[in-house]
């Protein structure tokens, strides 16, 4: 028998398709990348185009924790309008904060918050943070609202007093040493002691045990979770979304050991009163629940908790560590602020929050500190409604992401003269017409804006007028090394390492 070859015989379908495999998946590849490029409502925003095709490029600037140069680096490049992946487009113009997050908008929250969603046996954890529903949404912030107001707050204060005189305790202490410290550490200890103080009546002691909760590590790790996994959030539920993996890694152990704390405190404080002392925080939210049980169940009382001693003491700590750091490294801003507390305040008594308040350079270096660096480092995304919107003279389809970054926006040059440098002197009415000063007031969010502004946003705002006084009128301080500065990484949040401080009991001159 022979064998001959036949040119007219084709191999079969199965063998050319392996054959040229390289080939398929090329093909496949510049199709879906031709697909982002040209995706519909979005090919003409302006932006690199590697943003177009792929998130490659955004999920290696995140992760490397520089993300926030690196838009404030596009936006100077492209304008007020950046498309920074596929999806996701980030805004400069503060005209557009109303559209995006002002009340009576239809934008809610994205899908980057769904990756810390967490739940219990009942379904999803109502937590403010991460509920997309706008009307629950609604409806969780109002049970909270008079426990979070101004006037409770200057009622907790007593609670944040006790805190405050530990700190200057143990600060005299460091001074009589003569050795230098890392402030980043203790102001973090200091916001966490002093939230829990006012939440629940009882200081957690982080100033002399440490994270002995392991509190500040689990907020580390879920905050990282969030800045990375975020811009891919189809991938959580192969990662923490997955029980198996979440129990494996055991990242979640911290928060669980937060919950069942408050859980326990909620528990104990029903019917309990405190003859020693101002309600609490939680006895506000219990006595709120007592009078309208249809206002706020047990469950988002644990979470209002939760929010408090988790995100309340992160972003008062990176806000105290920016007030810090500015103020010593620039002398003359130094020298005002400490003569207007010496000369306002006296050490035989605690810095009141009202009296605070009212000076106006301490309200001028607290808000040119969180302009230079608000806690949130990241867009505040959100999902373009239904009929699609016009941002920034741009129509955006619906379903595209979009947001503003808080660190981009307090950088526009077109608001703020000399943007990178630190001028507490801009927020003086005296110095600064008032349409422009309205314009940057309007234009300063370092707690969000609309319906969104974060809850706790007076709880932060009374312990850093009432620290930031009660440091600079007690104690002499200077940076160690202070070209050097501190360092940060910026996931999500923008907690800072590396602020090295001398101090010294106060004396007239600084």
């Known amino acids: 028998m022979t064998f001959q070859n036949d040119d007219n015989v084709k191999p079969p379908t199965h063998h050319i398709l392996f054959s040229n ?45 520089f993300n926030h140069d690196d838009d404030v680096a596009l936006h100077r490049r492209y304008g007020s309008i950046v498309r920074i992946a596929p999806n996701l487009v980030s805004v400069s113009d503060p005209q557009e904060l109303r559209t995006i997050y002002g009340a009576g908008s239809r934008f809610r929250k994205g899908s980057f918050y769904s990756v810390v969603e967490a739940y219990d046996d009942e379904g999803l954890v109502p937590d403010p943070f991460v509920i997309t529903d706008l009307e629950h949404h609604a409806r969780l912030k109002r049970g909270a609202a008079a426990a979070y107001s101004l006037n409770t707050m200057v009622q907790l204060e007593p609670y944040v007093d006790v805190v405050s005189r530990r700190l200057v305790q143990k600060l005299k202490g460091v001074a009589a040493t003569g050795e230098a410290l890392d402030f980043a550490l203790l102001l973090q200890a200091y916001a966490m002691d002093a939230v829990s103080a006012l939440t629940f009546g009882k200081d957690f002691n982080h100033m002399d045990a440490g994270d002995h909760l392991g509190f500040l590590r689990a907020s580390a790790v879920i905050n990282s979770y969030l800045a ?43 019917g309990r ?190 312990e850093m007028y009432k620290i930031t006084a009660t440091l600079f009128l007690h104690f002499d301080m200077h940076l160690i090394d202070r070209g050097r500065g501190y360092s940060f990484h910026n996931l999500w949040l923008t907690p800072q390492t590396g602020l090295n401080v001398a101090f010294s009991e106060a004396t007239l001159t600084v």
């Open 273 to 462: 009163t405190n003859a020693d002392g101002p309600t609490t925080f939680f006895q506000r939210l219990m006595s709120q629940q007592k009078n309208k049980p249809d206002s706020i169940n047990d469950r988002e009382i644990i979470t209002h908790c939760f929010n408090n001693l988790g995100a309340g003491s992160d972003t008062t700590a990176i806000a105290l560590r920016s007030i810090i750091y500015n103020t010593l490294r620039n002398p003359s801003a130094h020298r005002r602020l400490v003569e207007e507390i010496r000369g306002t305040f006296s050490q035989t008594q605690d810095v009141s929050f009202a009296a605070a308040n009212n000076l106006p350079y301490l309200g001028a270096v607290i808000k040119e500190s969180l302009r230079l660096h608000p806690s949130v480092g990241m867009m505040l995304v959100r999902v373009v409604p239904d009929g699609g919107a016009a941002i920034c003279g741009n129509h955006l389809s619906a379903g595209v992401e979009v947001g503003i970054n808080p660190w981009v926006l307090h950088r526009d040059p077109h608001v703020f003269d000399d943007p990178d440098a630190f001028r507490p002197e801009r927020w003086l009415p005296e110095l600064s017409d008032d349409e422009h000063l309205k314009q940057m007031t309007r234009s300063w969010i370092p707690f969000g804006h609309g319906a969104h502004t974060c809850s706790g946003r007076w709880i932060s705002w009374m």
């Open 228 to 270: 990375i996994i975020g811009q891919v959030p189809w991938c959580h539920k192969f990662l923490l979304g997955n029980p198996w993996i979440a129990r494996l890694f055991d990242c979640t152990e911290g928060n669980a050991q937060l919950i069942a704390l408050a859980e326990s405190e909620m528990e104990a404080g029903r």
């Open 21 to 65: 495999w390289h080939i398929i998946i090329g093909i496949f590849i510049a199709g879906h990348l031709l697909r982002n490029h040209f995706r519909l409502g979005l090919s003409n925003v302006p932006g690199p185009l590697s943003r177009f095709i792929s998130v490659l490029p955004r999920l290696i600037s995140v992760y490397r924790g």
